[in-house]
Nanobody
Framework: QVQLVESGGGLVQPGGSLRLSCAAS????????MGWYRQAPGKERELVAV???????GYADSVKGRFTISRDSAKNTVYLQMDSLKPEDTAVYLC????????????WGLGTQVTVSS
C-alpha cells in the first residue's frame, strides 16, 4: 500500500522558514517524479515545486529563489525548504508522486497546513 505522509507545517511569521517532509512508503523515489502542491481556501491547487526521478528540479515563479525541493533516497523522503515566507504562502501543502512508468499511478498525501502570519 502506498502512503505519502507530510509533516513540518505550522504557524510562522513573515520572513521565517519551515521545512516540510514527505515520507513515502510502498514506492521507490527513483521511479517517481515527486511534487509539492499547495491549495489555499477558495483557490485552485497549484504546483509549487517538482523533483524528477533523475533529480532535476522546477519551481513555480512565485517561489523561485525562496523554496528548495530535495530528496533523500535512503530515507525515501522528499523535502521542501521554505525560506522568506510570505502571508500569501499560507495554504495546505500536499505531496504528490507520479510514476515514470505507469501513467495511472499517481498518489497524494493528506497535506500539512502552513500559516504565515504575524
Amino acid at each position: 500500500q502506498v502512503q505519502l505522509v507530510e509533516s513540518g507545517g505550522g504557524l510562522v511569521q513573515p520572513g521565517g522558514s519551515l521545512r516540510l517532509s514527505c515520507a513515502a512508503s510502498g514506492i521507490t523515489l527513483r521511479s517517481y517524479n515527486m511534487g509539492w502542491y499547495r491549495q489555499a481556501p477558495g483557490k485552485e491547487r497549484e504546483l509549487v515545486a517538482v523533483i524528477t526521478s533523475g533529480g532535476s528540479t522546477g519551481y513555480a515563479d512565485s517561489v523561485k529563489g525562496r523554496f528548495t525541493i530535495s530528496r533523500d533516497s535512503a530515507k525515501n523522503t522528499v523535502y521542501l525548504q521554505m525560506d522568506s515566507l510570505k502571508p500569501e504562502d499560507t495554504a495546505v501543502y500536499l505531496c504528490n508522486a507520479k510514476s515514470t512508468v505507469f501513467n495511472n499511478r499517481i498518489y497524494w498525501g493528506l497535506g500539512t497546513q502552513v500559516t504565515v502570519s504575524s
